[in-house]
């Protein structure tokens, strides 16, 4: 079984991975989700109300009052996270270009040319009266070619993540072209650094701004424009994504790769981060995704990859062998906030036959569980990004907006996962129990 996941899934996963444009976007997912975060926090205040109504009244002569003035801090965030995206994968994509390909780019003029692009690519474009203009359509919210939601531009929220990938790819690209073939302007070295370096950016700024404009131009004869052009295929696989065999399939290729040593859950979960957060804003705007914010750790992870907080109380518990019981004691702790490598590498769960069944199913248990109440409208849509490391119950019931179901689902997939692990665990014990005595009779 470990040959065949190694040759069909950790081979051509690992070199996805190193993939320059992956690598960055995964660097934009792990930057950004603290602000995220800090976003959610102000959103709690909002939905408290409605998961406690005993405190609506203190909120109706408080905190409604300076609603606005909270919701900014969301809005400054969630509501704008595909800029921080396009930024950090902007930056970080020039930093690896500049390193590894020795390329003279700065990545800070990398940052700035992808704003720009962002800027000129965004807008809504049309032909009025035998004149390209900026769109208008006060039903649609659409001022001046700006489609303006309650939290600002709407293109910059979680739905212009996918542009801001694109955006940022080939910014960096027509950048990086420019000056691997000499297109720049140089200066004397006696110039400073600070305006040599800008003028080496200004013909790639001028080439980026075009081709911006060009593409604009190009979408608006067909009808469209690149935001509504690139919503389509990315919108195909979120569906994907939140239907119960994507979830499944997820959560399959995360734990096939941690059983052959890879870390499963930075290498898939990272890329799929834009979809998570783009459908946290859909939900919480009403909407029912599943895959969103931190669904993983809240329903899933529970007690790390493989949900093994479960197996960690039966090492503490019942385990007879004594390296089951030594381990159990080092990871309980950690397991409580979902961080579990000690047990993965040291019990070890990698390339272990005895324990890569229930590894690979325990967690689609949970995640099952956790499809089928929020499809069923059971527990409410996750709504807040919380901090990854929140423990079991308490991760799911802020996620859901405070809901005390959703806190007991994630507990009902922690017991199923227990469950699963529990026959595997006795056969291990037992073996290593036997070891154990055989190695104490032969001393």
Same mark, same amino acid.
């Given at each position: 079984?470990?040959? %065949? ?18 690598? &960055? ?14 976003? @959610? ?18 909120? *109706? ?13 969301? *809005? &400054? ?12 994968? +902007?930056?970080?994509?020039?930093? $690896? ?27 809504? $474009? ?8 900026? %769109?208008? !359509? ?10 303006? *939601? ?42 400073? !650094? ?83 957060? @783009? ?5 919480? !705007?009403?909407? @029912?995704?599943?895959? /969103? ?15 093994? %907080? ?16 030594? $381990?159990?004691?080092?990871? =309980? ?33 949970? /995640?099952?569980?956790?499809? %089928? +109440?929020? *499809? ?6 996750? $709504? ?13 019931? =802020?996620?859901?907006?405070? @809901?005390?179901? &959703? ?33 104490? &009779?032969?001393?």
């Amino acid at each position: 079984m470990f040959d %065949l996941l190694e040759k069909y899934i950790m081979g051509p996963m690992t070199k996805l991975s190193q993939f320059r444009m992956i690598r &960055a976007i995964t660097f934009a997912g792990m930057t950004s989700i603290s602000f995220t975060i800090v976003g @959610s926090m102000f959103l709690i205040l909002n939905v408290l109300p409605q998961a406690f109504p005993v405190l609506a009244g203190i909120w *109706s002569v408080s905190f409604d009052k300076i609603t606005n003035v909270y919701m900014l801090a969301n *809005s &400054a965030t969630i509501g704008c996270i595909a800029v921080y995206f396009l930024i950090a994968t +902007a930056f970080e994509y020039a930093r $690896i270009l500049s390193e590894e390909d020795e390329i003279d780019i700065k990545p800070i003029n990398a940052v700035l040319m992808a704003v720009m692009a962002l800027f000129i690519c965004i807008p809504q $474009i049309g032909i009025v009266d035998g004149v390209i203009s900026l %769109l208008n !359509d006060a039903e649609s919210n659409l001022f001046s070619g700006w489609t303006v *939601s309650s939290s600002g531009p709407a293109r910059f929220g979680a739905t212009g993540i996918f542009c801001a990938f694109i955006i940022a790819w080939f910014s960096v690209r027509i950048y990086a072209l420019c000056v691997e073939k000499n297109i720049v302007i140089k200066l004397p070295d006696v110039v400073p !650094d600070g305006v040599a370096r800008s003028f080496t950016a200004l013909i790639p700024g001028f080439l980026v701004a075009i081709v911006c404009m060009l593409i604009q131009v190009v979408f608006m004869m067909f009808g469209t424009d690149f935001y509504s052009f690139i919503s389509i295929p990315f919108g195909f696989v979120v569906n994907i994504v939140d239907t119960l065999p994507g979830i499944l399939f997820i959560y399959f290729l995360i734990h096939a790769l941690w059983l052959v040593g890879i870390h499963g859950a930075t290498i898939v979960t990272s890329p799929l981060t834009a979809i998570a957060l @783009s459908n946290l804003v859909v939900n919480a !705007d009403g909407g @029912s995704a599943i895959y /969103a914010g931190e669904f993983n750790n809240a329903f899933v992870f529970i007690g790390g990859s493989g949900a093994t %907080l479960g197996l960690t109380i039966l090492m503490v518990t019942i385990a007879k062998s004594e390296q089951l019981k030594a $381990i159990g004691k080092a990871e =309980i702790v950690p397991a409580l906030f979902n961080i579990n490598e000690p047990l993965i590498f040291g019990l070890p769960i990698v390339y272990n036959p005895w324990l890569a069944v229930p590894f690979m199913l325990a967690p689609m248990a949970p /995640a099952a569980i956790a499809y %089928l +109440a929020i *499809s069923m409208h059971f527990i409410p849509s996750v $709504i807040v990004q919380v901090p990854w490391p929140t423990p079991v119950g308490l991760g799911a019931f =802020i996620s859901c907006g405070g @809901s005390f179901t &959703a806190a007991l689902v994630a507990i009902l997939g922690a017991v199923v996962a227990t469950l699963i692990y529990f026959p595997f665990f006795k056969k291990y014990d037992k073996k290593l129990c036997e070891e154990e005595a055989a190695k104490l &009779a032969a001393e």
